[in-house]
């Protein structure tokens, strides 16, 4: 997709791997000065090789004392994708407080948190942005063993609804992307299991997952002004599988 954020500044979460790192990769292609946020170094190190002038922030999202040590002197933001989550699976009667809380954390609350930054930011600028929050089809339908992560991402929907309503009269939209499954670090565990991922893919109407690339175009469309009517709202790039 041709679009152009020349004289924007984005940023990224959970740029160091997968969706969020192509997403960042193309928004830098598409002109605009990108701040990538990860947790772990070294991926980022290598995406600042690639994409130069690209700035890097590493921090653990989930930590909200080191949240906002590393990014309260941001910067100007136009554009902000909340990327970062964790799936951490567990059958519902086994499920940890830790994992709980990390997911919360990590998911839910720098969603929040990251968007407080920012718009506060374009508020005292007198800025209009967007905001995409990169959400799941499983807010909207359970897999076993997801409990914890699709509360997280149902948690979104509303997030993203609010947000959308309270921003909207200073001109900053908020929406979501709902992808099915993308075969990224986070989904090893089926890319390990062919013939699991093959019987998933079937109950698709288009007999397939979603590519990187399908997420990223949607988080574009989102980004831009192609899609200046829509907040509050969102895509789910699903292959047809809620429609099923
Ligand atoms: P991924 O390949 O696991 O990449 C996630 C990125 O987020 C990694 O760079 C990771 O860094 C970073 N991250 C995780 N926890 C963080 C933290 N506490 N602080 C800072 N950065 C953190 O995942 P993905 O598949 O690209 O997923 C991206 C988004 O798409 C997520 O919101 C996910 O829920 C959503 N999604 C994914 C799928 C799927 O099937 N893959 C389907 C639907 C929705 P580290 O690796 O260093 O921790």
Redesign the pocket.
Known sequence: MQLNFSGLRALV?????????DTAKALHGSGARVVA????HA?LVSLSTECPGMEIVC????DWEATERALSNVGPVDLLVN?????LSQPFLEVTKEAFDRSIN??LRSVLQVSQIVVRGMLARGVPGSIVN????VSQVIFPNLATYSST?GAITMLTKAMALELGPHKIRVNSVN????L????RQLSDSPEVAEKLKERHPLRKFAEVEDVVNSILFLLSDSSAATTGSGIFVDAGYLAS
Request: zero cysteines; glycine letters at 14%.
């Open positions: 979460t959970g740029a160091g791997k997968g969706i969020g790192r946020v990860s947790r772990t991926d921090v653990d999202l989930g990327n970062a989550a964790v799936a990590v998911n990169v959400s799941s089809m991402k992808p099915t499954v993308v990224t670090a986070m989904s």
